[in-house]
């Protein structure tokens, strides 16, 4: 099963990337199918994910940038996730496994394989963000057809920082094409972009992966049980911000550093810059 990346041309997400695809190589060897699915022409991007033998998925997603509203615009790339049902490059595979580029492999993914594959798709709960939206219900348009999507009861929302997807399913009687529709319709009524379109038209359709495969660094369990280390909040570089204190917490620290063990000595000073 490929396991899929999405940048864009924030150069941070580059050396995130190549930590991501290297630690998860480390773990799987380097045959480990990925793909890097990027919408952009930098050639600085396209000649660093060369360089690091990582297959690139060229895209332009349905969408656009422009119908983007204009506080979405910095993180244009997160939205690409939305999209992998369609992408021709992966048009033979029935499930992929989206991992943001601010992950760190830590432990095998054999486990999440052996578990039943899910039905939509699998997420693992994200406890940072409450389950909070100001509309009952939302709508869109499909073909001449107006729908109703009712909001799910807020119980908790997915993290969309690793999405287990089944595109097949996806496939399946135009779903995909239902949901980028309700997607470019509403996506200036909410406020947390790729993840509550997920959450909102998924809904309990979502199933829920175990924490361990979307872990960030300051939960407690991190460092005996992550298997996906997930940069969430404060990236590697950054152990000095006023915002992330409260974050900076727990495995952190040794975290990052497992994190920067992957850059060459060059990299790694460009990176502790950032901080
Ligand atoms: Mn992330």
């Given amino acids: 099963m490929k396991v899929v990346f999405c940048i864009d041309d924030n150069p941070r997400y580059l050396a995130l990337l190549k930590v991501a695809v290297r630690s998860l190589r480390a773990l799987h060897g380097t045959d480990v199918p990925c793909l890097c699915v990027y919408a952009g022409t930098r050639l600085e991007v396209l000649e660093t994910v060369q360089a690091e033998g990582i297959p690139l998925a060229h895209y332009s997603p349905r969408l656009q940038h422009t119908m983007l509203p204009p506080a979405a615009q910095g993180c244009r790339g997160c939205f690409l996730k939305l999209e992998l049902a369609l992408l021709p490059e992966l048009a033979r595979d029935e499930y992929v496994l989206y991992c943001d580029v601010d992950v760190l492999f830590y432990r095998p993914l054999h486990g ?119 940069f969430h909040g404060p990236k590697p570089w950054d152990n000095k911000s006023e915002w992330s204190r409260d974050l900076r917490i727990n495995h952190f620290e040794y975290m990052r550093h497992a994190w920067l063990d992957y850059l060459d000595a060059h990299e790694r000073a460009e990176a502790e810059c950032w901080g």
């Fill in 112 to 230: 999440l394989f052996d578990a039943p594959s899910p039905s939509y798709m699998g997420m693992a709960r994200e406890y940072t963000a409450p389950f909070w939206h100001e509309h009952e219900k939302l709508f869109y348009e499909w073909r001449g057809n107006r729908h109703t999507v009712p909001m799910p009861f807020p119980i908790w929302t997915f993290s969309s920082g690793v999405v287990f997807f089944n595109l097949a399913r996806l496939r399946q009687r135009g779903l995909i094409e239902h949901f980028l529709a309700f997607a470019a319709q509403n996506v200036d009524k909410i406020g947390n972009w790729d993840q509550s379109l997920l959450n909102y038209f998924f809904g309990r359709r979502i199933q829920r992966l175990d924490d361990c495969w979307n872990c960030p660094p300051y939960l407690c369990s991190c460092l005996d049980t992550a298997h996906i280390v997930h």
